[in-house]
C-alpha cells in the first residue's frame, strides 16, 4: 500500500474558503428578503382570515334570525292592527300606526350599525410590519 504524502492548506487558502463569494452574498440576501416577504404575507392572511371567518360566521347568523324575525314581525303586526282595530279605529289606520311603529325601530336599528361599523379596521400589525420591513430595506445609507 502506498501513501500518498498529504499538504496541509495554507492559512490564505483557509480564510479563502471560508468567505462567501460576492454571488453567495447576494444569493443569500434574496433568499432573506423573499423569506421575509413571505412571512409578511402571511401574516397578512393570517389577520385577513380570522376577520373573515368570523365575519362570514356573523352574517349568516343574522340572516338566518333576519328571516325568522320576518315570519314573526309579519305575525305580530298583524296582531297589532287587530288589537288597534279594537279601539274602532279603521282598520287601515290600524295597519298604517303598526309600520309607523316599525319605521322607527328600523331607523333606530340602522343608526346604532351605522355606529358599529366604524369598529371594523384594516390589518393593522401587517401594514405597519410591510412599512417597518420596507423602510428597513429601502433606506439610503
Keep these: ?13 483557509l480564510a479563502e474558503a471560508e468567505e462567501p ?16 416577504i413571505k412571512h409578511e404575507v402571511d401574516l397578512a392572511k393570517a389577520e385577513l382570515t380570522f376577520s373573515v371567518k ?17 315570519l314573526g314581525v309579519i305575525m305580530l303586526s298583524v296582531a297589532f292592527a287587530y288589537l288597534i282595530h279594537l279601539t274602532d279605529l279603521d282598520l287601515a289606520w290600524c295597519f298604517l300606526i303598526v309600520f309607523a311603529g316599525y319605521m322607527a325601530l328600523a331607523g333606530l336599528l340602522a343608526f346604532i350599525g351605522w355606529t358599529r361599523i366604524k369598529f371594523v379596521k384594516p390589518p393593522s400589525r401587517a401594514i405597519e410590519q ?12
Design 21 to 36: 463569494t460576492v454571488g453567495q452574498l447576494v444569493t443569500s440576501a434574496f433568499d432573506d428578503i423573499s423569506a421575509l
Design 130 to 141: 410591510a412599512r417597518e420591513t420596507k423602510s428597513a430595506l429601502f433606506q439610503r445609507g
Design 54 to 70: 368570523n365575519g362570514g360566521l356573523a352574517a349568516g347568523l343574522f340572516a338566518v334570525a333576519g328571516f325568522l324575525a320576518l
Design 1 to 13: 500500500m502506498s501513501t500518498v504524502p498529504q499538504t496541509r492548506p495554507t492559512s490564505t487558502e
